[in-house]
């Protein structure tokens, strides 16, 4: 028998634990432990919540949580109520899913400045996560600002630009959607230090901002290069751009517009006690593609900036990081014998959900090769002993079934289901 903790049961935990089954079929018992008392990480507090049909795939990874030989142990954080150095001696393998989900530093002057938010908090606010649910973002407009040209971007502008009909199906949080029901934001700017051809958005969810009902994209043709150049572009890309060159056209007035604003770069925000503007420098590319500053610059009025530019894996005491990628030191997974990082926790934040099942697969072939069949360590009774001398509420996948029906239950009308975004009433819900 191999006994394998994952850390972290988002989809790279979860895809892990599916390749491990595949792997070693009944010979390999796992426990997916994670800080939170619900299970799914990205998916449940990531994923925008108007994005179900992207949420669906956490039917796949009940399917494995339902196995006998896979375990939830959730409302346990690793590194705080149980060491690494314990579990190594618990399990064969230790693996971290912990993904990424600190921000990247805005590293500017008036970063600290009250308004000025990152994607994770932002993210994490209106998905409910108990991080995060506090937040109460500064949503009194005109102006708010958007830093980055990724997907998370695209993200948070829709979702300040929708309406309350437009969040009917979706699993938005209600202080969320009590706080955006009444904002007087009409601008906003989507911040991109490069160009058109160097997004990082994919043409689905760039296409989402063509058809909101009260909001339009503007952007500025004479930020791109010539047509001709498009063909050079990977088809994606192509397609994405091609977007952006229809934004460039629309000439509707909608009472929202969300603008793009290339080649800009912010170097500082400003306000007397709180974000007023983001001033920002223009710049070109460079002969290497990077931004290079022009030395022009210019202020955005924005109450509210949030900062999308990339994530960050929290490290854990006792564990090799990489300070400056952001993620634990690994060679393709491995960090020390019987340690491994999967996901973002290993290569940064970056790729779609589905990415991680590969990289589940890698992690997978890697103990396959590294694990003795049979090491006599003490896997689950072990952890369940630990716990207990911790004096640890431990949550499991029946728990979890039960705050899941009880979320459901209160859902409003045509709502897929309201969370609860405290551990508090996330650990009483448990009580059907
Ligand atoms: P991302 O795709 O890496 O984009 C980060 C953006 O921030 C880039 O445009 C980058 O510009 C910019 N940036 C970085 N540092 C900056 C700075 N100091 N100042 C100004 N701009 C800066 O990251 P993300 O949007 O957080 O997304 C993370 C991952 O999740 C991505 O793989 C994304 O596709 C995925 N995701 C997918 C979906 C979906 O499929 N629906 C939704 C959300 C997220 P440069 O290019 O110039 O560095």
Known sequence: MRHVAIIGSGPAGYYTAEACQKTFGDAVRIDIIDRLPVPFGLIRSGVAPDHQSIKHVSRRYEAVALTDNVRFVG??????????????????????????PADRPLDIPGAELPGVVGSAAFVGWYNGHPDHAALAPVLDGPGAVVIGNGNVALDVARILAKTEAEFAASDIVAHALDALRGHAINRVTILGRRGPHQIAMTPKELGELGHLERAIPRVDAADFPPIEDDTALDPGQRKSVALLRGFAEAAKAKPIEILFDFFARPVAIEGESRAERVIVERTRLTADGAAEGTGETYAVPAGLVVSCIGYRTSPIPGVPFDTRAGRFANDEGRIAPGLYAVGWARRGPTGTIGTNRPDGFLIAEHLAKDLPDDSGKAGRPGLDALLATHGVDVVTFRDWQLIDKAEIDRARDGAPREKFTSIETLLGARGG
Not at 75 to 100: K, M
């Open 75 to 100: 409302n346990v954080t690793i590194g705080d109520q149980i060491s690494i150095e314990e579990l190594l001696g618990l399990y064969d393998a230790v693996v971290l899913a912990t993904g990424a």
